[in-house]
């Protein structure tokens, strides 16, 4: 039933010159975003939120990574400073915007607002689950609402929305007290980052 209402909304990729060089090239570029894109809405999927992401374009901005952190080309973006970012947002009618760069990382991989239209990913993290969990925030998911974690394999895991563990360690879901993963909730005390998703899906996909 989430499936059958669900709410697409089209993201602009904008790729610094230091990312572009990191990914290899335009192909490289390209398959890693679509990576980047079925791992979210997988992850979307998983969990029952009704919304998904397509790509409105993918473009190289003129921000020199040299020097320069993750949360640098983050400020870029908020500002609408990416080479003429904010103006093609409107042509293209892009509903969400993400920043990938090869800047220094200072810790994290990713952030975004929450919620909100803007994200940034470091370029080597682009295909991984930093993606779901990166545009979960701009769906208003919370860190403490991630649930609890999952032994699979003699291996413990989260899902995707869980900061302070290993990226090898995140599973394709938001927490759903409705779904379960190998027999085994994806959330915990009723915590629904899927709901939060839910809630915020329309204001995602229809901001354009």
């Known amino acids: 039933a989430f499936e059958a209402s669900a709410q697409r909304a089209l993201v602009q990729y904008n790729f610094t010159g230091g990312a572009r060089a990191q990914r290899g090239g335009d192909n490289q570029i390209r398959s890693a975003i679509r990576n980047g894109a079925n791992r979210t809405n997988t992850t979307h999927s998983n969990s029952r939120t009704g919304a998904s992401i397509g790509t409105a374009v993918i473009r190289f901005v003129n921000f020199r990574d040299s020097g320069r952190t993750l ?17 093609d947002e409107s042509r293209r ?15 994290i991989r990713g952030v975004a607002q929450r919620p909100g239209p803007y994200s940034a990913v470091g370029s080597r993290f682009i295909s991984s689950t930093v993606t779901p969990h990166e545009i979960g925030h701009n769906y208003n998911a919370l860190h ?5 974690p999952i032994r699979v394999g ?6 995707a929305v869980r900061s302070g563990v290993s990226q090898n360690d995140r599973i394709n879901y938001y927490s759903n007290p409705s779904v379960r993963y190998r027999g085994q909730s994806t959330s915990c005390c009723g915590r629904n980052n899927a709901a939060r998703v839910r809630n915020t899906r329309n204001a995602r996909a229809n901001r354009r």
């Not at 009618?93 to 810790?107: F, I, K, P, W, Y």
């Not at 403490?144 to 609890?148: H, L, M, T, Y």
């Not at 003699?154 to 899902?159: C, E, H, Q, V």
């Open 93 to 107: 009618r892009a509903d969400m915007a993400m920043v990938v760069s090869n800047g220094a990382l200072a810790g």
């Open 71 to 87: 949360r640098n080309a983050y400020d870029a973006l908020l500002a609408g400073n990416l080479s003429g970012q904010r103006g």
């Open 154 to 159: 003699g291996r413990t895991r989260y899902t």
């Open 144 to 148: 403490s609402q991630a649930g609890p």
